[in-house]
């Protein structure tokens, strides 16, 4: 709880916890500027590894956590978690969160995650905050990141270039 002076009176009010989820399979640099945006607009923010039964994991789900940590080193108000048994809205349940962030890149991105938005609404009352990626990031995403270090014409460098910086370290093999 913190307080907050309106009028001249100091009113309690609750602390404002957002969940950021998704796969992280790689976080990139523009999940890591997404956080960093949603840890200035939130008093805490839970990044979250989630489950996506569309997606193959590369990583483990410790190589996931220890990369998150590495890319919200500097954010005193950010914790890294995991979910990966049942849904998103279970989580914000069990931990009181009720607003989710998310990064949108283009209209694309809004199509895919508007349904999902008003059925955490439904299911639970979560909200849905979303952030608009920087142009200079937008055209990142994991599955591209992944798929570009698959290919031995791609140089590694050329993909590390698309990761944070500072210890989320090289894509290997």
Do not use: W
């Amino acid at each position: 709880m913190h307080f907050n002076a309106v009028g001249g009176r100091l009113l309690l009010s609750p602390t404002m916890r957002a969940l950021f989820p998704g796969s992280f399979d790689p976080v990139t640099q523009g999940h890591q500027d997404v956080l960093r945006r949603a840890a200035l607009l939130f008093d805490e923010v839970v990044v979250c590894v989630m489950f996506n039964a569309n997606k193959t994991g590369r990583f483990t789900i410790p190589e996931r956590l220890d990369r998150l940590r590495a890319a919200a080193t500097d954010l005193g108000n950010v914790t890294v978690d995991s979910h990966t048994g049942g849904l998103m809205v279970d989580y914000c349940r069990r931990t009181g969160i009720d607003v989710v962030i998310r990064g949108i890149r283009g209209v694309t991105d809004l199509d895919y995650e508007m349904p999902m938005a008003r059925m955490n609404h439904e299911l639970a009352g979560v909200e849905t905050f979303f952030i608009a990626a920087d142009p200079a990031l937008a055209h990142i995403s994991s599955t591209l990141v992944t798929a570009m270090s698959r290919q031995d014409r791609v140089p590694s460098a050329d993909v590390s270039e698309l990761l944070p910086v500072g210890g989320c370290g090289s894509e290997g093999s």
